[in-house]
Nanobody, 116 residues
């Protein structure tokens, strides 16, 4: 019954920005850490960012640290990923994922393409 629906992906130029959203349902959202992961062409899955249930403790992959920001709105059962200073290597399918260390359900993904 867990549903995670990503949105906000699209085409951006290098140096540009996008804001991804994930609408969650079917579980007690405020009790779970949430994560974003991505899969780029020719690469495996990479954990991009995670946020604890309180919205304070966060994790970022070195490749995105200082450029991406994860946040959440527990009242709206939504987790966000702000992507700034985008690089072509950020091109990937971005997934919203339930959990932090132990991952649960995944969304369908939203495509981010960074190209000039």
């Amino acid at each position: 019954q867990v549903q995670l629906v990503e949105s906000g992906g699209g085409l951006a130029q290098p140096g540009g920005s996008l804001r991804l959203s994930c609408a969650a349902s079917g579980f007690t959202f405020s009790s779970y850490a949430m994560s974003w992961a991505r899969q780029a062409p020719g690469k495996g899955l990479e954990r991009v960012a995670s946020i604890w249930s309180d919205g304070i403790d966060t994790y970022y992959a070195d490749s995105v640290k200082t450029r991406f920001t994860i946040s959440r709105d527990n009242a709206k059962n939504t987790v966000f990923l702000q992507l700034n200073s985008l690089k072509p290597e950020d091109t990937a399918l971005y997934y919203c994922v339930q959990g932090f260390r132990h991952l649960g359900s995944w969304g369908q993904g939203t495509q981010v393409t960074v190209s000039s």
